[in-house]
């Protein structure tokens, strides 16, 4: 690969990430609002994450495919293109069905983003700064996650007052968006987002990216060699439960607040979803200090345990203590995806490009878990469903118990890679 940098598609790659996350993030604060509009039931409402995650889980290989064969450039394109078509489906036409494949064509999408930008931020950033460039591609994920329900809140509490002097973008919310479905408008400026990236991307120059063959995807016989490997379906399960934990908790956040404490899921509970993503950056970044300090397998212990805790004064206590407690299951939550990641890369000696498709597929986990957490809410409540939560976390926190690297992260106090024991 070739080690000259290039800014320009690194803060492109920033950019792409930033918007993934505006658009995936968004659903929970919208929950509560699309239970009303549509009149659904919890597992009827679980479907959409469902919708979303499921088609991520498919099309992340065969993106990876398509990234082979057609190269980064038109794979982000056409991912934007789906996103867009998805967006724009559910805003002209707001109904549950179009919701579901509005998700579903959203997650598409992105799966081809994501695909498409992790081997490029390598070649335009240089491989000796991949790492701390990975580092800030999260943190700006997470910003965008925070920053998403406060954007709906205020586009929301806007468009239902009256007497407020209206910016062009307001203006044109208001005669695109029915009355009775305020929620609608972040559908429209996802819509707009894509085509301004579709733009941007379509007048971009890329470098071209040439993959060693351990980068690569692989063949399916690869792919079904490794799942024959006890230890990459133990991760894949580890990343499975993650994924559905943390989505099982931001989608069900508000909806929980306005059941159980009555808080106004447009202002409150947006704004608690926006501090457990916030929350999540955060420990993130306290993550960061700590891998370099302990063993990630005793980080990530200690943080699950820190999960289970938080998770039990949000469901359990006054609603006051659940503001508090839902965004520090977010903090304690933010190293389990890298840790997870990183522990089942160095458990196997060869074909990390495939193993990492498999891994990537794991996100499902965003789908499967919250319809649980649905189905149980219909038949006792939703705080009994989110009890489900319990297992997710049992799971990880076993992680750290079993995980057997061939490489320990490297710590100040090793000096160097040692061979776990």
């Given at each position: 690969m070739s080690s000259q940098r290039n800014y320009y598609i690194v803060v492109l790659i920033f950019l792409t990430f930033f918007v993934i996350s505006f658009l995936t993030n968004i659903i929970g604060p919208l929950v509560p609002d699309i239970i009303d509009s549509f009149d659904l039931s919890y597992t009827l409402v679980a479907i959409l994450p469902?919708?979303?995650?499921?088609?991520?889980?498919?099309?992340?290989?065969?993106?990876?495919i398509l990234v082979e064969k057609y190269h980064e450039k038109k794979v982000m394109i056409g991912a934007f293109v789906v996103a867009f078509f998805g967006a724009l489906l559910l805003a002209v036409y707001p109904n549950y069905l179009t919701a579901v494949i509005s998700l579903f064509m959203i997650g598409s999408g992105i799966a081809g983003l994501q695909v498409g930008i992790n081997p490029l931020l390598i070649v335009a950033g240089g491989e000796d700064h991949y790492a701390f460039n990975a580092t800030l591609a999260q943190l700006i994920f997470g910003l965008a996650s925070f920053l998403s329900p406060l954007v709906y809140s205020n586009i929301v509490l806007n468009l239902q007052n009256p007497s407020r002097d209206l910016n062009i973008l307001l203006e044109s919310l208001e005669v695109l968006v029915p009355e009775n479905l305020l929620w609608i408008s972040m559908y429209w400026l996802f819509a707009a987002?894509?085509?301004?990236?579709?733009?941007?991307?379509?007048?971009?120059?890329?470098?071209?990216?040439?993959?060693?063959?351990?980068?690569?995807?692989?063949?399916?016989?690869?792919?079904?060699?490794?799942?024959?490997?006890?230890?990459?379906?133990?991760?894949?399960?580890?990343?499975?439960?993650?994924?559905?934990?943390?989505?099982?908790?931001?989608?069900?956040?508000?909806?929980?607040?306005?059941?159980?404490?009555?808080?106004?899921?447009?202002?409150?509970?947006?704004?608690?979803?926006?501090?457990?993503?916030?929350?999540?950056?955060?420990?993130?970044?306290?993550?960061?200090?700590?891998?370099?300090?302990?063993?990630?397998?005793?980080?990530?212990?200690?943080?699950?345990?820190?999960?289970?805790?938080?998770l039990t004064v949000a469901l359990f206590g006054t609603g006051g203590a659940a503001r508090i407690a839902f965004p520090l299951?977010?903090?304690?939550?933010?190293?389990?995806?890298?840790?997870?990641?990183?522990?089942?890369?160095?458990?196997?000696?060869?074909?990390?490009?495939?193993?990492?498709?498999?891994?990537?597929?794991?996100?499902?986990?965003?789908?499967?878990i919250p319809l649980i957490i649905g189905g149980l809410a219909d038949l006792a409540g939703l705080r009994f469903g989110l009890l489900f939560l319990y297992v997710t976390l049992g799971y990880i926190l076993s992680v750290g118990f079993w995980a057997n690297p061939l490489v320990l992260n490297k710590t100040f106090n090793l000096g160097k890679d040692e061979a776990a024991e």
């Open positions: 469902f919708a979303f995650f499921i088609a991520y889980g498919i099309f992340s290989i065969p993106s990876g987002i894509t085509v301004l990236m579709i733009l941007i991307i379509f007048l971009s120059r890329f470098p071209r990216v040439e993959l060693t063959e351990e980068e690569k995807v692989g063949a399916l016989e690869t792919h079904l060699e490794l799942l024959k490997n006890p230890v990459v379906v133990l991760f894949f399960l580890g990343i499975f439960t993650y994924v559905g934990t943390e989505q099982g908790v931001a989608n069900w956040i508000s909806e929980f607040l306005n059941t159980y404490h009555g808080y106004d899921p447009q202002t409150v509970g947006a704004q608690t979803v926006s501090w457990f993503w916030g929350m999540m950056t955060a420990g993130g970044l306290l993550g960061i200090l700590l891998l370099k300090l302990i063993d990630s397998r005793y980080v990530l212990i200690g943080f699950t345990i820190g999960a289970v805790v938080a299951v977010g903090f304690t939550s933010s190293v389990m995806y890298p840790v997870i990641f990183s522990l089942a890369l160095n458990s196997v000696e060869e074909h990390h490009g495939s193993f990492s498709g498999i891994l990537v597929s794991a996100i499902i986990g965003g789908a499967v």
